[in-house]
Nanobody, 119 residues
Framework: QMPVVESGGGSVRPGESLRLSCAGT???????????IYWYRQAPGKERELVAI???????NYGDSVKGRFAISRDSAKNTVYLQMNSLKPEDTAAYYC??????????WGPGTQVTVSP
């Protein structure tokens, strides 16, 4: 069973916002608040890019390309981490993935959720 599953992608225009969700599954329900959650994205023909990390200890890191525009939050009661994406640009278009540290290490990914930003 996958420990976390991403959702919430869609198609928006430049400058608009979108919120992605990373939901913990039953396998991690009792430890979700302590999990380090990694957000990645990958566009066709490009390498997978680290977007942001929400560590279980509360620390949050953002990639340079999204600093000031994206924000991670966590609702442990709902076993969900959110990625708020503001001021979206066409270059943000990609499949977005959330993952645990172990999943990243083992190159074990879910299906992703597509974000498309276009006029």
């Amino acid at each position: 069973q996958m420990p976390v599953v991403e959702s919430g992608g869609g198609s928006v225009r430049p400058g608009e916002s979108l919120r992605l969700s990373c939901a913990g599954t039953a396998s991690v329900s009792h430890i979700f608040g302590r999990l380090d959650i990694y957000w990645y994205r990958q566009a066709p023909g490009k390498e997978r890019e680290l977007v942001a990390i929400g560590f279980g200890n509360g620390t949050i890191n953002y990639g340079d390309s999204v600093k000031g525009r994206f924000a991670i939050s966590r609702d442990s009661a709902k076993n969900t981490v959110y990625l708020q994406m503001n001021s979206l640009k066409p270059e943000d278009t990609a499949a977005y993935y959330c993952n645990t540290r172990l999943g990243v290490s083992h190159d074990d990914w879910g299906p992703g959720t597509q974000v498309t930003v276009s006029p």
